[in-house]
């Protein structure tokens, strides 16, 4: 695909300034990701209990309680993504695998993605300190962790260097207009000023400065509300590398949802997408389904007789460190987040968790292909026929 817009390099790979955001459970599986490398930009898997796209995987967990076997499946499931996103892709561009930092399973899911030959390992929620031990004996993988201020590059920047190992790239996240899990530690500090883009590069560029780091060894990747070729001329003319799109991905034609998942999240209006706490304990936004709507009203009555309790967990998978409803902890979520997301994924608006970014989308309410939306991204060129 070709753009006057400058490409970036991660070990040596020469990439459109696109990389796919990692959307899961199973949002951003082998295909989307795949597709996305193929055009020589960055494709993303989300690592999480991928098992749901693998019917087989599907039946031998179908009243499982065990979560060592339930964590087997899911290991099993990422290896057959990064396979068959490995094949699609055809050497072209870059494919990561991204993992929650904030999941129990989250060191077991990088030395998989690793030995399955991945190229790329994003993580975040949370300070990913231990990524260069989890992938020793790797090289030639990229490691490249998500933050949203400048506080947090600087703890990492600092441990790693005293591990010798530097971030590959960095991942800014942008808390007041990304979907999904938020880097802020509160509702009330997502439009923190901390977190402006211009601010947070103009301070990266100071820290590299500091600590004697050539500017374009780590490129910068924006992420959050990036929805034209208008913006992502502009940030890469402030000095970022890359942008990261999530939501305008998930809703095109190879995304690996449901198409009902997709028409949720294309036709959702502005007043339908909402922030609330996440089991993790962290600030989230997502589209005011039937669901949503009516956890929202009995959030408060959940929260006042939270209690620990590991039978809470719907499937055994304990798939978070730290668990808003199985730990009891009252000012977090309380809800089963991956049967949450596990049925939107299927489509299921009255059971499931829509996850989507703030802005709207470069298509409106239509379905395009991923080699659309990234001609539209680079060369600003949209179909004719589309609602934008």
Not at 229 to 247: C, F, I, N, Y
Not at 319 to 328: A, E, K, T, V, Y
Not at 351 to 367: N, W
Request: hydrophobic share 45%; net charge neutral; charged share 20%.
């Amino acid at each position: 695909m070709q753009t006057n817009l400058p490409h970036f390099i991660i070990k040596g790979k020469r990439l459109l300034p696109i990389v796919q955001g990692g959307m899961g459970v199973g949002v951003s599986a082998h295909r989307l990701a795949g597709t996305v490398a193929q055009a020589g930009a960055f494709g993303t898997i989300a690592s999480i209990d991928l098992r749901h796209h693998h019917p087989d995987l599907m039946q031998q967990s179908k009243h499982c309680r065990d979560k060592t076997v339930l964590d087997q499946l899911n290991l099993i499931a990422l290896d057959r993504e990064i396979n068959a996103a490995l094949e699609m892709a055809q050497d072209e561009g870059m494919l990561a695998v991204n993992v929650m930092k904030a999941v129990s399973e989250h060191a077991a899911l990088v030395k998989q993605a690793c030995a399955s030959g991945i190229q790329a390992v994003v993580m975040g929620a949370g300070l990913p300190l231990d990524l260069p031990e989890l992938t020793e004996g790797y090289p030639d993988v990229a490691l490249i962790p998500i933050l949203s201020d400048v506080r947090g590059v600087n703890i990492v920047l600092k441990k790693w260097m005293r591990k010798n190992r530097m971030p590959d790239a960095i991942v800014i996240e942008h808390p007041r207009y990304a979907g999904g899990h938020l880097g802020a530690p509160k509702p009330e500090d997502i439009n923190d000023a901390r977190f402006d883009f211009p601010g947070v590069l103009e301070g990266i560029f100071n820290l590299y400065r500091e600590l004697g780091i050539e500017r374009e060894s780590i490129p910068l990747i924006l992420a959050g509300g990036i929805n034209s070729h208008e913006k992502v001329r502009d940030l890469l003319a402030l000095g970022a590398s890359a942008v990261q799109v999530g939501t305008p991905f998930a809703v095109t034609q190879e995304g690996d949802a449901h198409p009902n998942f997709k028409k949720v999240l294309a036709e959702a209006k502005p007043e339908e997408i909402v922030t609330f706490m996440s089991v993790a304990g962290l600030p989230a936004r997502g589209v005011l389904t039937p669901w949503l709507k009516n956890y929202l009203k009995r959030e408060s009555k959940l929260q006042g007789c939270a209690k620990s309790d590991r039978e809470r967990c719907a499937s055994s998978l304990h798939c978070l460190i730290s668990c808003g409803l199985r730990d009891g902890i009252a000012r977090a979520g309380q809800f089963c987040i991956d049967a949450q997301l596990a049925a939107a994924l299927r489509g299921d608006v009255n059971k499931g968790l829509f996850f989507r970014g703030s802005e709207r989308l470069p298509f409106g309410s239509a379905i395009r292909s991923v080699k659309e939306l990234l001609e539209y991204l680079l060369n600003g060129s949209a179909p004719s026929t589309s609602a934008i």
